[in-house]
């Protein structure tokens, strides 16, 4: 092999790097938009997760409507008297001798 031929393959060497390395990049950039954590094979478990979200925050969002309607009741200015006993009944453990408490679990 002499050197015209070493010389041609240089050439062709550098003539076929640049292609290649715009290929690798683009090939490396398809690949995470295909298989990568937020890709086209990552929406399946993103509607998972949405619809699994949703039910917790349904869920939550009944709590906090209990607990809004408890807190109203506990307003000084309209407190209810029944919810007032209950919680110095409970809290302060104050109760006549001639009573008998029976709770229930909610």
């Keep these: 092999m002499g050197r015209g031929a070493v010389s041609q393959a240089q050439g062709l060497i550098?003539?076929?790097?640049?292609p290649a390395v715009s290929l690798l990049i683009i090939g490396t950039f398809a690949g995470h938009a295909v298989a990568g954590p937020n890709g086209l094979l990552a929406w399946g478990g993103y509607h998972r997760d949405l619809s699994a979200k949703q039910q917790e925050l349904a869920k939550l969002e009944g709590e906090r409507s209990a607990l809004k309607h408890r807190s109203a009741l506990l307003d000084p200015k309209k407190a209810d008297p029944d919810m007032a006993d209950e919680l110095i009944r409970k809290d302060l453990g104050l109760v006549r001798p001639d009573e008998v408490i029976v709770t229930l679990e909610d």
Excluded: H, K, L
């Excluded at 550098?14 to 640049?18: C, H, Y």
């Design 14 to 18: 550098r003539r076929a790097m640049w």
